[in-house]
């Protein structure tokens, strides 16, 4: 069974900056087979795309408020990606999740909420005003 383990949410002023790991294990197939998105959520609204990265060419997406801000990579032999986050606002305050889907590249990514195979629990990021 996949398990995907994000952390390194926390507390930030705004116009600060936080890094998020999703550590996965227990793939069947290569890791480099799968696209790892990341969503976030806040209470009462429904999940938003933010990133999503191709493992196998390493080709990233990103949403529109994502676009300079934020850096999606993969560490390959760490079966992990990383969400660099700067320039963080109040607004980007939620709890952010890791997703994984096997033989998907990232299109249309932010609409694939309910076509993931596989999350993580969440990791909660909070900016202060």
């Known amino acids: 069974e996949v398990q995907l383990v994000e952390s390194g949410g926390g507390l930030v002023q705004a116009g600060g900056s936080l890094r998020l790991s999703c550590a996965g294990a227990g793939f069947t197939f290569p890791f480099e087979d799968y696209a790892i998105a990341w969503f976030r959520q806040v209470p009462g609204k429904e999940r938003q795309g933010v990133s999503c990265?191709?493992?196998?060419?390493?080709?990233?997406r990103y949403s529109g408020f994502a676009m300079g801000r934020f850096t999606i990579s993969s560490d390959n032999a760490k079966n992990t990606v990383y969400l660099q986050m700067n320039h963080l606002e109040p607004a980007d305050t939620g709890v952010y999740y890791c997703a994984a889907d096997r033989d998907y590249y990232c299109p249309g990514f932010e609409s694939r909420v309910s076509g993931m195979d596989y999350w993580g629990k969440g990791t909660l990021v909070t900016v202060s005003s």
């Open positions: 990265i191709n493992v196998r060419d390493g080709s990233p």
